[in-house]
């Protein structure tokens, strides 16, 4: 249905997004992870700033190592999570455009049920597997020493990071996005506080190396998860406020949480499989035949981080939009919320791309002070990350926005099959002519993110994501 000027026909959401323009609705909703997500990147930096401060020369490289193989495993504990907290968010934002308020906090609590049970499950896979992640790496003694430390805290983690990833997701999906940042600040406040204090800080609390920053990590998810709680305890009444506590949401609702199930079930296929791509990649990397790769492409990562920021931000918003205005009929909106959204990531993640090349020694400088090492290892990196930007901002929007619709098997076929043939089949090929560098390696994903970029947009014109089922 189209008004006279040729426009699409608004649909008037519920709640504060009613009555606003696309812009001011996207504004609203990508403010506050834009914020969460700086506050997360801070915490990733303060973990290798504190870390490459703990030792030098060969130990600062062990430690490093350590933690960059730590960041990667450390992903792992999120692909159940992350695969409730999909479903979670498509199922909420499916009901609020539709304004069934119950059901949109029966989602959020049988969500929460969902997101621990995923959570004691990363943390039971973890505390077997871990040892044998360590040896495939093939790194020096020393660091598969600090990473089998490191890694063994860090799974205590998993239950209370499922729980309030679920809940995250279900205030996102509804349209909240500060209740979400204010939770993670106190993750992350915690979190840097106790690492430097167990790092850096006076007997009996110091001294603990990096075990300490592990306890940092899981004492700021504890803290986080009970903060989220008592906001959810506290509130009262309907209206913007429907997503909170309800003895009849809590109770077990089989049909809520196959929903849930039903979407997300694709969406940890995907992450586990993109985790094992992932992983091979780093065992690559970590067998090339220079010292310190690990942790210089880790460093890298953590630079290429600042894009995510805006980049996730910017989907998150246009993930809960496209799931509030399909749930309120209205497909015509949902497609424009993904192209404006589109546009913009392209053009703020690009932008940063540039500010990677332009002040790439500074920006390495920061994480690995006095390290000439890395320095000389990880700013090339960052050129080739800035001419793959507008296909990352590409990908990560349109992936995240599908999820939002409810077409995680869509997105997880694709996404999937492509990365396996770059970043196995390409990758191993280079890998066994023993010419492969770590720019070559970058080069390789480079490539995969163009060609998922291609396919990806070829998926959103056809216009069967739409059409996914919640």
Known sequence: MAESDGTPHRTILAGRLGGLSLSRQVALLAFWPLLENAMTFLVGVTDV???????????????????????????????????????????????????????????????????VAAGCGSLLLLKLGYHS??????????????????????????????????????????????????????????????????????????????????????????????????????????GETALRWSREALRFHRETMTRIVRVGIPQSMEVAGMWMIHYFG??????????????????????????????????????????????????????????????????????????????????????????????????????????SQPAFATCILLKTTMRGAGATPMVMKWAFSIMAFFRIGVLFYFKSTGHLTLIGVWTIFAIDLTVQAIVFSWLHFRGKWLEARV
């Open 49 to 115: 700033v504190v870390s490459s401060r703990m030792a030098v020369g060969e130990t600062r490289v062990a430690l490093l190592d350590a933690m960059g193989l730590g960041g990667y495993v450390g992903w792992f504990l999120n692909i159940l999570q992350g695969a409730v907290a999909v479903g979670v968010m498509a199922l909420v934002s499916r009901a609020t455009g539709a304004r069934d308020p119950m059901l949109a906090r029966r989602g959020m609590c049988q969500g929460l049920w969902l997101g």
């Open 282 to 387: 780093i065992q690559t990397i970590s067998q090339l035949p220079m010292h310190g790769a690990l942790g210089a492409h880790m460093i890298a990562i953590r630079v290429e981080s600042m894009s995510f920021m805006p980049g996730f931000a910017i989907a998150t918003a246009a993930a809960a939009l496209t799931g509030q205005y399909l749930g309120a009929g209205s497909k015509e909106m949902a497609i424009r919320v993904v192209r404006f959204c589109w546009k913009l990531n392209i053009a703020v993640m690009s932008f940063l791309g540039l500010c990677f090349v332009l002040f790439r020694e500074s920006l390495v400088g920061i994480l690995a002070a006095g390290s000439e090492e890395h320095l000389r290892m990880a700013t090339p990196l960052l050129v080739v990350c800035a001419f």
């Open 133 to 238: 992640l360590i040896r495939l790496m093939d790194m020096s003694p020393q660091a598969s020493s600090y990473a089998g430390e490191y890694l063994s805290i860090l799974a205590l983690s998993a239950p209370f990071s499922g729980a309030m990833m679920a809940l995250n997701a279900a205030l996102r999906g509804s349209g909240d996005t500060r209740t979400p940042f204010l939770s993670m600040i106190v993750v992350n406040m915690v979190n840097v506080a106790l690492s430097v204090l167990f790092v850096f800080g006076p007997e009996p609390f110091g001294g603990h190396g990096i075990a300490g920053i592990a306890w940092g990590t899981v004492c700021g998810w504890i803290s986080g998860l009970t903060s989220v709680t008592l906001v959810l305890w506290l509130r009262k009444g309907g």
